[in-house]
């Protein structure tokens, strides 16, 4: 294992479209209220594209970000992996129009369903391929257009649910400050908690689909709830035990932002105090796989993300999918 | 004089609440107590780890107060599967 190549993350860039749908906007679609919703959720605003505009813009804008910053070109890009349960079509992957639009003429790529695990999953595909050898630059997506699968007229999963995306340069790393361990899990007798019904090979779309509104996310609040209650502390104690830290040692929590109630329980589970944690989920509400790097970015804009930080991001979604991920930050 | 279960019961709802033990009574309702539907799946799934047991979620969503959430609870250490909580 001497000469085990390890990857670390580069470059970081997001985007979210500049329309914002606030609660008071929510109380004029549907019967709810500000302080309901803030007092549930913790979410003042979210971010919705215009119509027309899909996850592969959102996913193009946050990865010329991270180029830019990194200071290379889309054609230095090699693979392309891109979590997300909005593609802009059923086929082809959005990886590949992004690959297009970017440029990045040399890349492949695909996408990951793994809905709010999907940047998790995506960063560790991304990460053997570095450790592997194989390549040396995967850009690593999480994007989702969420409005366009919501019903505006279900209050329990309309204030919700925002749109968004980040992007993640992968290279090796040449020191500590890397990509550390993962742990993922898939439960999938969740499966019918939190979910899509229709749109696939088992409800293709019809008439009778879309009368019964079978198109948009159909979520069980409290089973969803309570599992990511408790998985998102169980994989956090897990990853962090098994590379001999505790929750002293992190620098930075960084939590799928699905509810503030949720990240604030797992929080209190690991013994971390609100300084350790980044909470954006007021500015754009749950963004799917778009959360975790726009909560990393606003990490670095509020200083709290320096090279070498231990930093723990642990997220649970839709499947339901589990994961988590230990990185020292590297720039 | 409350027994050694419902007790530790009212100390966890304190704790998951973060509230003062002594707002906490046998009688007290989930809504007395500021409890809504998320602190009450929170404060169940902390019951569930304290004493090693599953409360299904449909048993759960029923229970609004301190005493149905004993009931269950003590229904549950003793194998009892009937209780439903409601």
């Keep these: 294992m001497a000469n085990l190549v390890r990857a670390k993350i580069s470059a970081l860039g997001t985007y979210v479209p500049p329309r914002l749908l606030t609660n008071a906007d929510l109380e004029k679609m549907v019967e709810t209220s500000n302080e309901w919703i803030l007092e549930r959720t913790g979410i003042r605003q979210r ?3 215009d119509k027309g505009v899909a996850t592969s813009h959102l996913a193009v804008e946050a990865s010329k970000k991270a180029l830019a910053e990194r200071g290379i070109s889309a054609t230095d890009v090699e693979a392309i992996f891109l979590g997300t349960v909005t593609p802009d079509m059923m086929f082809p992957a959005t990886a590949c129009l992004v690959q297009d639009k970017l440029g990045a003429k040399g890349a492949w790529g695909f996408d990951i369903s793994a809905a709010c695990s999907g940047f998790v999953y995506a960063l560790q595909t991304g990460a053997k391929f570095v450790e592997s050898g194989a390549h040396k630059k995967v850009l690593v997506i999480g994007a989702d257009v969420m409005s366009s699968i919501i019903d505006y007229t279900d209050r329990a999963t309309c204030v919700i649910f925002g749109d968004g995306a980040g992007a993640v340069l992968i290279e090796p790393a040449d020191n500590g400050n890397c990509l550390i361990d993962f742990i993922h899990e898939v439960d999938g007798s969740g499966g019918c908690s939190l979910n899509m019904p229709a749109g696939g090979s088992l409800n293709p779309a019809s008439h009778e689909t879309l009368d019964k509104k079978m198109h948009y996310v ?38 799928h932002q699905a509810n503030k109630r949720i990240i604030m329980s797992s929080a209190d589970r690991l013994g971390l105090k609100e300084d350790r944690i980044i909470i954006n989920i007021d500015e754009y509400g749950n963004t799917t796989a778009g959360t975790i790097p726009l909560a990393l970015d606003s990490a670095r804009q509020q200083g709290r993300l320096k090279k070498g930080d231990l930093v723990l991001i642990a997220s649970v979604g839709a499947g339901f999918t589990v994961g988590a991920a230990l990185l020292r930050w590297a720039y | 004089m409350v027994d050694e279960i419902t007790g530790k019961v009212m100390h966890l709802i304190a704790a998951v609440k973060k509230i003062p033990e002594e707002n906490v009574t046998t009688e007290s309702t989930f809504e007395q107590l500021g ?39 003590k229904a549950n250490l003793t194998g009892d599967t009937t209780y439903t909580g409601t």
């Design chain 2, 35 to 73: 409890l809504d539907s998320l602190d009450a799946i929170n404060l169940i799934y902390e019951i569930e780890g304290e004493f090693n047991i599953s409360v299904p979620d449909d048993v759960a969503r029923s229970i609004k107060d301190v005493q149905q959430l004993v009931a269950v609870l």
């Design chain 1, 218 to 255: 159909h979520q069980d609040g409290q089973a969803v709830f309570k599992y990511a209650v408790r998985k998102m502390a169980e994989v956090s104690e897990k990853v962090l035990q098994r590379n001999g830290f505790t929750g002293k040692d992190v620098n930075l929590f960084v939590p």
């Design chain 1, 47 to 49: 971010h919705i594209v």
